[in-house]
């Protein structure tokens, strides 16, 4: 029996936005920046949230050239069932690597930081169980504990900010461009490929989301909320740990969390950003979860997703598991993934709506020269 529609509001779209970009990226993004960057990170994040608003315009862009269409839609009108059903799945392993991959990190961050004697295993399992759940409940149950989340999420980031207001010093970001124009162009391409170019799985999202003249506004401010979230902690990095902590440091906010202090008396609340990474991260690995489950279920032409859940929840555990030795492996990657993403997003997303758009504008053609001939 076919699934009904389902659908969210614009509102919990924006909301859900917010969650993917910010996601894992309050903690890697600023000792990734301040790397190239040094104390102009700031500067390179600036450049990034523009560029990257404009990537996230782009891949929003997609939808409304393609109306009703999911990405696996657009890749078989680009070139065929064939080739596009390849493309697509050539999508969705980058979907669900990305997905499992949030897991890892998860499990990295609270065993190396908070639980050093849990198992990464027992970590992954207790995300598994919410992920399938929320899973199963299809869009609507994710968009609804998204704008059911989202005002503690602000709330506990707000609180961190003002509190550690205090131990800003602005000198700290003194000289600028230390690097060059190099140094910060190379920092702004992390902030803009990691939050805003791994925005194309919303592009089978786009197709439940309520019809609104707000769409396009709430879509975009969202984007650039999230990215003005980030550029405030890598502000904030470099202004309270300094260059050279942020850097070498991993985890650097949460270590700048660590020396919140009113009187002796508020201190230790690390627990607060340790809150809002884990929320903000599984936010990022359940649209990318969903992302993937309904990509195998438009390709492959399936009446249900629920059936892949729990084996989808199964790969989690063991994939994420063996995913990698450490948190220093992906350290390593980080400058091949960052090419490895532009190619997917603008890379291949560009070359299918060019292709798409090319093959519908000849098919039109097509049927125009037909009819004169009549």
Known sequence: MQQPQQTITVRQLAILVIFFIIGDMQLFLPPLTAEYAKQSAWLSGLIGLVFGVGAAWFIFSMSKRFPG????????QAFGKIAGGILSLVFLAMMFNTSITQIREISDFVTTQMMEETPQLV???????????????????????????????????????????????????????????????????????????????????????????????????AALVAGMAIWVIIVMCICVLGVFTTEITVYSPYVMAKKINIGDFVQRLEAVLAIDYIISTYFRSLIYGYAFIRGLQQLFKLRDHRFMLWPFGFLIVGYAYFLAPGIVAFVQFDVAWLFWVFTYSPGLLLLSYIAAGLRQGWGKKGRAGMKQEK
């Open 69 to 76: 269409k999911s990405l696996i839609d657009i890749n078989n």
């Open 123 to 221: 970590i992954c399992l207790l995300m598994v169980v919410p992920i399938t759940l929320a899973l199963r409940g299809g869009i609507p149950t994710i968009g609804r504990l998204g704008e059911v989340i989202f005002p503690l999420y602000s709330a506990l980031f707000i609180l961190l900010v003002i509190l550690l207001l205090p131990k800003i010093d602005l000198t700290q970001l003194l000289p600028i461009e230390v690097t060059g124009f190099p140094g910060i162009v190379k920092g702004s391409l992390f902030f803009i490929a990691f939050p805003y170019c791994e925005l194309f799985a919303f592009l089978m999202i786009f197709q439940n989301v309520e019809e609104s003249e707000h769409k396009a506004r709430d879509y975009l401010l």
